[in-house]
């Protein structure tokens, strides 16, 4: 078992570099400055941090996908539908504002936006630490975000209390758009950040 | 009389970026469809001058789809559309038979290049 | 603004357990997981558990450290808590249940619907009543429990509110 220092010291590494990664990825998608930040990078409480989430009174549309190889993990994107709108506006080059209702495209672009993001994600893995990451295909769900978060954790460790956690945040110039980012290493997580620290 | 093309991608929205593209150069997007059983059968039943492919879809891939149309007609053009550093998946399909790639995010004039030199333009 | 935000809410976490009194109200949202609801009218009391497997693995320490988290243990646990807390016996209680949907296609396994198969067993065990309950579906919902009547308003997601 890790120490908590370790823990955290390769969790940020990992988080900073993916995000570099999917900044400038998302940048382009859209056409826009964006910027990725890492909000935190910690070992949470499943009841801690899910009772925070279910404060919120938002509803959002998350992408859900399995990176899966020599380690796994699973990655959630989500973005409130109101903000789905104005990225799908975004990536289709109209202007912002022009998607009044929440439609195939606003559903199509988190799917398309989680799926690219999760593949940089694990081109990060392949060219920085060698370890081969396949993306699924991004299933989508627009929910609450205490459900969209809550079936993120189900799936991905049922059996654990406590849970590793890469919670980002994106704004989007001259859009105020607040997306989220949570990428879980699951059962094998300490052998994965023993070899992540073993290469730093 | 403009090439006609089939775009086949499981995210609607690139689709749409894809087709929007396309048609403003003057191509003919026939069909499209979101994964790999389904570009086949389009393929077998409308032989389009081109398909875009993307690799990760439900059902089937795009890989396993690149050698069911090549064995439909070993001359199909097949120009892949993939998520950044899929690198591996990417050499895959390019084995399997595929003429070249996109990488998405990806700008109009690197589409337009790709389609144009796979039909020999 | 609903009256009620101004007032105590309390939210539950997921394999989280919370007790309260009238005026206050308990919230929590909901996916594949199970809210069980216990509300007894004479004292105004009651209290909500978020469960999110159905039985505890065979390592049981993991259930002591959180026993909300399995149906097995939680019923038990909330059970336990409102009955000494506020000094009640079990039988005044009455019971409603939530969620139990299924909201990933991917997810091959129907874990809602083995969440609240279990909650249902173990609320049998204690002879506590189920007076209302909405599960199952494919899309999440909130539960709000208002101690001063034991109401429960449920919304599923882009559904209409339900007063049960």
């Known amino acids: 078992m890790l120490n908590e220092p370790k823990i955290n010291r390769a969790i940020k590494l990992v988080a900073k570099i993916s995000i570099d990664k999917a900044s400038q990825v998302f940048s382009k998608l859209i056409k826009t400055g964006a910027r990725i930040e890492m909000e935190d990078a910690f070992l949470a409480d499943i009841t801690s941090i899910t009772e925070r989430v279910n404060r919120e009174n938002t509803n959002v549309v998350g992408a859900f996908v399995d990176l899966t190889g020599e380690v796994n993990f699973k990655f959630l994107f989500h973005v409130p539908i109101q903000d789905s709108m104005l990225l799908a506006d975004l990536m289709l080059r109209r202007e912002v504002g022009t998607t009044k209702e929440f439609d195939v495209y606003a559903a199509s672009a988190v799917q398309e936006i989680g799926n690219i993001l999760a593949s940089a994600i694990s081109g990060v893995f392949s060219s920085d630490f060698s370890i081969d990451l396949h993306p699924t295909p991004p299933e989508v769900v627009n929910d609450y975000v205490g459900t969209v978060f809550q079936e993120f954790l189900v799936s991905a460790a049922p059996e654990r209390n406590d849970i590793l956690i890469m919670e980002s945040c994106f704004h989007v110039i001259k859009n105020d758009i607040r997306c989220h980012m949570y990428l879980l290493p699951l059962g094998e997580s300490e052998k994965v950040l023993s070899y992540i620290i073993n290469t730093m | ?121 | 603004m609903n009256s009620y935000q101004d007032i105590n809410k309390i939210t539950v976490g997921v394999a989280d357990i919370k007790i309260g009194q009238s005026p206050q109200v308990i919230e929590t949202t909901l996916g594949s997981c199970v809210a069980v609801c216990l509300y007894a009218a004479a004292r105004q009391v009651g209290g909500m558990v978020h469960i999110m497997m159905p039985y505890a693995d065979e390592n049981s320490s993991k259930a002591q450290g959180k026993k909300a988290k399995y149906a097995n243990t939680a019923v038990p646990e909330l059970v336990r808590q409102l009955t000494s807390h506020f000094g009640i016996d079990s039988h005044h209680f009455v019971a409603k249940i939530f969620g139990g949907g299924r909201i990933l296609k991917d997810f091959t396994l129907n874990i809602g619907e083995l969440n609240e198969t279990a909650a249902r067993e173990q609320l049998k065990n204690f002879g506590i009543k189920i007076v209302a309950s909405k599960t199952g579906g494919n899309k999440g919902c909130r539960v709000t429990l208002f101690l001063e009547t034991g109401m429960v308003v449920c919304q599923r997601f882009g559904g209409p509110s339900e007063e049960m």
């Open chain 2, 1 to 121: 009389m403009s090439k006609k093309i089939i775009v086949v991608d499981d995210a609607p929205i690139i689709r749409s970026m894809l087709k929007d593209i396309l048609v403003q150069a003057g191509y003919e997007v026939t069909a499209e469809c979101n994964n790999g059983k389904e570009a086949v059968e389009l393929f077998r039943e409308l032989r389009p001058d081109l398909l875009t492919m993307d690799i990760v879809m439900p059902e089937k891939d795009g890989i396993e789809a690149i050698h069911d149309i090549l064995a439909i007609d070993g001359k199909a053009k097949i120009i892949m559309v993939t998520a950044v550093d899929q690198r591996v998946a990417l050499m895959k399909a390019i084995r399997a038979g595929a003429v070249d790639y996109i990488i998405k995010p990806f700008e109009s004039d690197r589409v337009l290049s790709a389609v144009r030199s796979a039909l020999g333009e």
